[in-house]
């Protein structure tokens, strides 16, 4: 099942915000600064690829000073308004049935991508 529905998701959608996220992630990736914010557009989009069968955890000991302080940045930058997208897309698929399931991977993005730092894909 995780694997048609990757499928699904890739075939309508899913690989154009995954190649965004991995172009975003070059982006700040050509700065010095911008690194740490550029490895969390990668993760984000490798969990875009294929979200169904993963699962996003926070990771116990990175949660620390620098990870908040980062985690603000994010927010501030562009974090919320890739989180509002992703509740958006997931409201607008929880109305149908059949879009259930893809509402729920919308949620698990939205939680990545409010605050990535300390949190891992499993």
């Known amino acids: 099942m995780n694997l048609i529905g ?19 992630g070059f982006v700040l990736c050509c700065t010095i600064i911008g690194i740490p914010f550029g490895l969390q557009c990668f993760k984000i989009g490798i969990l875009t690829l294929m979200p169904f069968g993963r699962d996003v955890r926070e990771v116990p000991g990175q949660t620390g000073c620098l990870s908040m302080i980062f985690n603000i940045i994010w927010i501030f930058i562009g ?12 409201i607008l698929l929880a109305i149908t049935i059949i879009g259930l399931p893809f509402a729920k991977q919308h949620f698990k993005l939205m939680s990545l991508s409010f605050t990535p730092f300390g949190k891992d894909i499993y």
Do not use: D, M, P
């Not at 990757?6 to 975003?24: R, S, T």
């Open 6 to 24: 990757n499928i699904i998701w890739l075939v309508f959608g899913g690989f154009i915000v995954a190649i965004e996220y991995f172009i975003a």
């Open 79 to 90: 974090g919320i308004w890739i989180a509002l997208t992703h509740l958006i897309f997931g």
